[in-house]
C-alpha cells in the first residue's frame, strides 16, 4: 500500500471516529462539520471532499456491518449443529449479539432527527438476515420432529420473530437497564418454550 493511500485511509477512519463521538456525546443536531474537522486535526474541505455531507458522513457513522465476524462464526455454529437446545440457544446469542453491536447506532439514528435514515431501515436489515436463520432452524427442529404440535409453522416464526425483534431488545436493555446477558437467558428461555415440545408437555 503506497504512503498516499494509507494516509488517506487513516485520515477517513480518524474523520468517522470523532465523528461517531461527537454525535453520541452532542448529538447529531449540535455537531457541525467544522466542530469534526477541528477534533479530528483536518480541514472542512477535506471532510466535504471524502463523505461530501453531514448526511452522508452519519449515514456512513451509522452503517456497521450488521453481523460482525464473532456472530458469523456463531451462525456458522448454529448451521452446524442438530442438537435443539443448542440450536435455540445459538439463536439467542446470535440475537443478542447483533444489537449489541448495533444498539449504538441504532439508538444514534433515533436522535438525528430529518438528516438520519430511519432507525426502522437498519433494524429491518438485520432482522431480515436473522429471520433467514430463524426460519431455518425452525425447519431443522421441524425435520427432527420436536416442535411443539399446538402452533403452525408459519405461527412459530412469527413468534421466533417477536420475540427476538429489535424493540424488545431496546425495551429490556436501552430503557429498562436489563444487562445483555441476562436478555440473553431470558430469550432462551422464552424461546425454548414457544419451539420445542418437550417444554410444553
Same mark, same amino acid.
Given at each position: 500500500?503506497?504512503?498516499?493511500?494509507?494516509? %488517506?485511509?487513516? #485520515? /477517513?477512519?480518524?474523520?468517522?471516529?470523532? @465523528?461517531?463521538? $461527537?454525535?453520541?456525546? &452532542?448529538?447529531?443536531? +449540535?455537531?457541525?462539520?467544522?466542530?469534526?474537522?477541528?477534533?479530528?486535526?483536518?480541514?472542512?474541505?477535506?471532510?466535504?471532499?471524502?463523505?461530501?455531507?453531514?448526511?452522508?458522513?452519519?449515514?456512513?457513522?451509522?452503517?456497521?456491518?450488521?453481523?460482525?465476524?464473532?456472530?458469523?462464526?456463531?451462525?456458522?455454529?448454529?448451521?452446524?449443529?442438530?442438537?435443539?437446545?443448542?440450536?435455540?440457544?445459538?439463536? %439467542?446469542?446470535? #440475537? /443478542?449479539?447483533?444489537?449489541?453491536?448495533? @444498539?449504538?447506532? $441504532?439508538?444514534?439514528? &433515533?436522535?438525528?432527527? +430529518?438528516?438520519?435514515?430511519?432507525?426502522?431501515?437498519?433494524?429491518?436489515?438485520?432482522?431480515?438476515?436473522?429471520?433467514?436463520?430463524?426460519?431455518?432452524?425452525?425447519?431443522?427442529?421441524?425435520?427432527?420432529?420436536?416442535?411443539?404440535?399446538?402452533?403452525?409453522?408459519?405461527?412459530?416464526?412469527?413468534?421466533?420473530?417477536?420475540?427476538?425483534?429489535?424493540?424488545?431488545?431496546?425495551?429490556?436493555?436501552?430503557?429498562?437497564?436489563?444487562?445483555?446477558?441476562?436478555?440473553?437467558?431470558?430469550?432462551?428461555? $422464552?424461546?425454548?418454550?414457544?419451539?420445542?415440545?418437550?417444554?410444553?408437555?
Amino acid at each position: 500500500m503506497h504512503a498516499r493511500q494509507r494516509q %488517506a485511509e487513516e #485520515t /477517513r477512519r480518524r474523520i468517522l471516529e470523532t @465523528a461517531r463521538s $461527537l454525535f453520541e456525546s &452532542r448529538c447529531v443536531a +449540535a455537531t457541525t462539520l467544522e466542530a469534526i474537522a477541528e477534533f479530528a486535526l483536518v480541514s472542512p474541505k477535506t471532510i466535504a471532499a471524502v463523505f461530501g455531507s453531514k448526511r452522508a458522513l452519519l449515514a456512513e457513522v451509522s452503517n456497521p456491518d450488521a453481523f460482525s465476524t464473532p456472530v458469523k462464526l456463531l451462525i456458522e455454529e448454529l448451521r452446524a449443529t442438530a442438537d435443539p437446545l443448542r440450536q435455540v440457544s445459538l439463536v %439467542a446469542r446470535i #440475537t /443478542r449479539q447483533a444489537y449489541e453491536t448495533l @444498539a449504538s447506532e $441504532l439508538e444514534l439514528l &433515533r436522535t438525528a432527527g +430529518a438528516l438520519a435514515p430511519k432507525p426502522a431501515d437498519l433494524e429491518q436489515q438485520v432482522e431480515a438476515r436473522q429471520c433467514e436463520n430463524q426460519v431455518r432452524t425452525i425447519a431443522s427442529l421441524q425435520e427432527q420432529g420436536v416442535l411443539r404440535p399446538d402452533f403452525s409453522f408459519e405461527e412459530t416464526a412469527d413468534s421466533v420473530w417477536a420475540l427476538t425483534s429489535y424493540e424488545v431488545y431496546r425495551m429490556l436493555v436501552v430503557e429498562r437497564h436489563w444487562r445483555p446477558a441476562r436478555y440473553e437467558t431470558w430469550l432462551e428461555q $422464552l424461546l425454548v418454550q414457544q419451539l420445542l415440545a418437550s417444554a410444553s408437555e
